[in-house]
């Protein structure tokens, strides 16, 4: 149950199920090696970043079955202005009739609509029911450094070294999907095609020189200065956090039951999202509630996830919200001096 907090405090989840596992196996090597006035040193680091995200939640979708109570889209079919009267002196003002309203939705078991978001699985162009959402999210990082310690004289020591960082662009294990033009429109209809990587650019080229110098003149002052370039990496938090932004990934299944009319009384009909299907129980009974057999379970949608990934063109007002990385992204570069 969701939305009916605002008489009462209940209860509820609307995650049901989170859970992160990050794992990162390592390969780390030194090797130093000294040689009249030079400290050679060399080394590498290779990381191998296993993140499988697991939600019930993914960016206003839940993909288990949510029940909403909300007079707003539904009323109860009682009209409580015509029943307490026009007098303005004792008729109750707006604010203590919206929420009698609410609280009879909500204590009469009268639900306005129940959705569910479907996920999608890519690889067989369906959709299907589960508790919880993951992506597998793989990032691999190959950092190595070089550098020699030499000391020109007993007080004066120089440090040069470079480090090489190639972090190819991450992926997901099971199914990856960028557009195939820029996300702009600019180039046409944007369409989500499958992919072995999240975006082109692996940054092949960052690397980042080192240099120091210390210099003693006597045993109690020592002047020291250097200065480096940095490389980050792009955390694999914001890689699952894109994957739940491609078109199609989850469909949000919202069935709405209108209220009846003010005139007949007479219930209409549920409606449901493009491609979902209204439950049986709410075909043959509309104006169904809790007490009568209001369903607690959404139908498989009938629409695939292709159709998704690849829409039609449409207004922004209209169009899902999606995500993508530039193409061309660029490892972040700072630089440090002493």
Known sequence: MLGSTLNVD????????????ITAPQIVDNLTWIHGKHTLRAGVNFRFYIHN??????????????IRFNRQNRLGGFNIPAQIGTNTTTKPNSTDINRLQQAIDELAGIPSRIQQAF???????????????????????????????????PSLTLNLGVRWEYNPAPYDAKQTLVPNVLPDGSQGNVTYVKADRWFKNNNIGSVGPRMAIAWSPNNKTSVRAGYSWLFDT???????????????????????????????????????????????????????????????????????????????????????????????IRTPLCTSGI
Not at 10 to 21: D, I
Not at 136 to 150: F, G, I, N, P
Not at 272 to 287: I, R
Request: hydrophobic share 30%; proline share 12%; net charge neutral.
């Open 10 to 21: 209940g209860p509820y989840c609307l995650s049901p199920h989170t859970q992160r596992a």
């Open 53 to 66: 995200d697991s939600r019930g939640f993914f960016g206003g979708s839940v993909v288990e079955p949510i």
């Open 119 to 153: 996920l999608a699985n890519f690889g067989n162009d369906t959709y299907g029911s589960t508790n919880f959402a993951t992506v597998y999210t793989r990032a691999h990082q190959y950092d190595s450094y070089v550098q020699d310690e030499w000391k020109l004289r």
């Open 234 to 328: 792009l955390s694999t938090f914001q890689v699952t956090a894109m994957a739940g932004k491609v078109p199609g990934f989850l469909l949000n299944c919202i069935t709405s039951i209108p209220t009846p009319s003010p005139t007949t009384g007479q219930q209409g009909q549920a409606t449901t999202t493009n491609g979902c299907v209204v439950p049986p129980a709410l075909v043959t009974s509309p104006g169904a509630r809790i007490s009568t057999g209001f369903p607690v379970t959404v139908p498989t949608p009938t629409i695939t996830p292709s159709a998704a990934s690849s829409p039609v063109a449409q207004p922004s007002t209209q169009a899902p919200a999606v995500g993508a990385f530039d193409p061309n």
